[in-house]
C-alpha cells in the first residue's frame, strides 16, 4: 500500500534539530531525571531554597549560589531571582538571557557553600567542585546533574535590573530527579547558617480555597 | 542655676507625636518584642518563610497569608511580595502603600493556613483566628502579636505590579519576639504541604567571601 500523495514527508522523518533534542533527552534521562510540569515549579521554589544559577557565556559556562529567589507566577510559570554585578554571572545573564536554576539537596551544602565562596572570574567550579554539566533542550547552560532539580529559564522581565538586580525569569523545561532528593532542599538563614527540612506537615485538606495547587 | 539662655526648650519636652510613638513602643515591648536591625531583616525572610500580611484600610484591618515572598536587597531592606487582585488585601496595599509582614512559627500552622482560606471581605480574621493587633510605629497596619516576627513596610516601587502583582518593599521598623520564635518559621511546599525546620548547619567560616553577613 502506497502513501497518501499528501502525506507531508516531515511527517516521517526527524529534523536534525529534533534528533539533537532527543539525544540531549536520552542524556539528561540516563542521569535519572524526568520532565516536571511547567505549573508545578513553584512547589520546587516556594518553600524558599538555597539555589545554583548556571550560566554560559562565550561556551564557558560558570555555576553561582544564590538565596535571593522566590515564585511570583503560577503559571506561566515566573520565577525571581537577584543576581547583581558584583556576581561574575550578571554578565553572562545580562548578554545571554538565559540560565539554569538547579536546587540542591543538603547533602551538597559544602561543595554549594564553597561556590558561593570564589569567583567563576578565576577558576572553573564545575571542575573545582565536581558538579556535572548536563545538556539542557530549551537553554545554552548546563543542568546541574548532581541537584535534583534543574529549571531551565530565560529572562522574562529586566526592568528591575538598573535598579534592584532584581530578574524575572520565565520557566522553559523543568527537571527533577526523585533519586537524588534525600532531605531536600535546605534553606539559608542570612547569616551563614543553613537550616535543613524537618517533618512535612500535611495541610492538602484545610486548603479549601486552593484546590488546584493541592492536587496532584 | 538657670538654663544657659539659648537652651531650646523644645530639647526638654517631648512633641505629642513622640510621646504617642513612645507609647506603642511600650506596649509592643510589653508583648514581647524587641527592635531588630533594619539592614539584617534578610536574615528572617531568606530562609523562605509562610508569612501574613497586615494590611488596614479605613480604620479596618485585615490579614492573608502568603508564601511568595523574597529578600532582594540588603541594605536598604528592600523586600518583594506578590499580592494580587484574587486578594483582598491588594486594594489596600494599593491605596495606602503599607502593610506590616509577621513571620509565624510552625505552632500557629493551622491558624495561618486556614486565615488564607478566607477572605477579609467577609469575615474579621484578627477576631475569626484569634490575632492580637499590637500598634505599629512607622505604618499604620497593626502587628500581629502571636507571630515573632513583625516588618513594618512601605511599597517602594510598583512598577511590576500591573504584569505581575510583585511589589517591592522597603522594611521601615523590625520587630522580634525570640520568646515567640518556638521552631521558627515554616515553609509552603506549593502543594498544601509545610516544611518545618530541622536541623541547623553552621558555615560561617567557610562564607570568607561574605563576612559582613555572617558578623552578629
Known amino acids: 500500500m502506497t502513501d497518501h500523495p499528501h502525506t507531508p514527508k516531515t511527517a516521517r522523518v526527524q529534523s536534525p534539530a529534533r534528533r539533537a533534542s532527543n539525544a540531549k533527552s536520552d542524556i539528561v534521562a540516563a542521569a535519572g531525571f524526568s520532565e516536571f510540569p511547567l505549573d508545578r515549579v513553584h512547589r520546587l521554589i516556594e518553600p524558599g531554597p538555597v539555589i545554583m544559577v548556571s550560566t554560559s557565556r562565550g561556551g564557558r559556562p560558570n555555576l553561582m549560589t ?13 520565577l525571581a531571582l537577584v543576581v547583581g554585578p558584583w556576581d561574575y554571572s550578571y554578565d553572562a545573564l545580562r548578554e545571554t538571557r538565559e540560565c539554569v536554576i538547579a536546587i540542591p539537596s543538603i547533602d551538597l551544602a559544602t561543595r554549594v557553600v564553597d561556590v558561593g565562596n570564589v569567583s567563576g572570574r578565576d577558576v572553573d567550579k564545575w571542575k573545582r567542585f565536581g558538579f556535572t554539566p548536563l545538556p539542557a533542550i530549551t537553554v545554552a547552560p548546563p543542568l546541574v546533574g548532581e541537584c535534583f532539580a534543574n529549571i531551565e529559564c530565560r529572562v522574562a522581565d529586566d526592568r528591575l535590573v538598573a535598579d534592584y538586580n532584581l530578574w524575572l525569569l520565565e520557566a522553559t523545561r523543568v527537571w527533577l530527579a526523585e533519586s537524588k532528593r534525600g532531605l531536600g532542599e535546605f534553606h539559608h538563614r542570612g547569616d551563614g547558617t543553613f537550616s535543613a527540612n524537618g517533618e512535612t506537615i500535611d495541610m492538602k485538606r484545610r486548603m479549601t ?5 493541592v492536587e496532584d
Chains 1, 2 share one sequence.
Open 209 to 213: 480555597k486552593w484546590q488546584a495547587l
Open 66 to 78: 544564590n538565596g535571593f529567589n522566590m515564585s511570583v507566577v503560577h503559571d506561566p510559570p515566573i
